[in-house]
Nanobody, 136 residues
Framework: QVQLVESGGGSVQPGGSLRLSCAAS????????MAWFREAPEKGREGVAS???????????????YLGDSVRGRFTISRDNAKNTINLQMDNLKPEDTAIYYC??????????????????????WGKGTQVTVSS
């Protein structure tokens, strides 16, 4: 399993921005599916965004991204293969974005499916999480 370490969390006022990073112990370009989840108190783990890289499976689909409904238009997921990281740029943050954010990875093809990418059970590797707090 790949080791994942998140960074970049913190406190911000509503409307502000944060950028989360997830560093992978393996060459990130070889990890097919990477994603961000979040978990707020008394809520389940929610899929935030995923990114698929075709370097391993070579299905001819290139890079595919999904975003959760509640963050679409505000969050952006990207991959930096030179640094073995994926990033989550979060803009126009809202109090309801407050949660612990987790990075996840798997060599499967869950990130090719609009429903499977949201399922925590599809991912074998997880980081320990980073806290994001949005409050005035």
């Amino acid at each position: 399993q790949v080791q994942l370490v998140e960074s970049g969390g913190g406190s911000v006022q509503p409307g502000g921005s944060l950028r989360l990073s997830c560093a992978a112990s393996s060459y990130s370009a070889e990890i097919a599916c990477m994603a961000w989840f979040r978990e707020a108190p008394e809520k389940g783990r929610e899929g935030v965004a995923s990114i698929y890289n075709d370097a391993t499976h070579r299905l001819g689909v290139g890079t595919l991204r999904y975003l959760g409904d509640s963050v679409r238009g505000r969050f952006t997921i990207s991959r930096d293969n030179a640094k073995n990281t994926i990033n989550l740029q979060m803009d126009n943050l809202k109090p309801e974005d407050t949660a612990i954010y987790y990075c996840a990875a798997d060599q499967g093809t869950a990130c090719l499916n609009a429903h499977r990418w949201r399922q925590p059970s599809e991912y074998k590797s997880w980081g320990k999480g980073t806290q994001v707090t949005v409050s005035s």
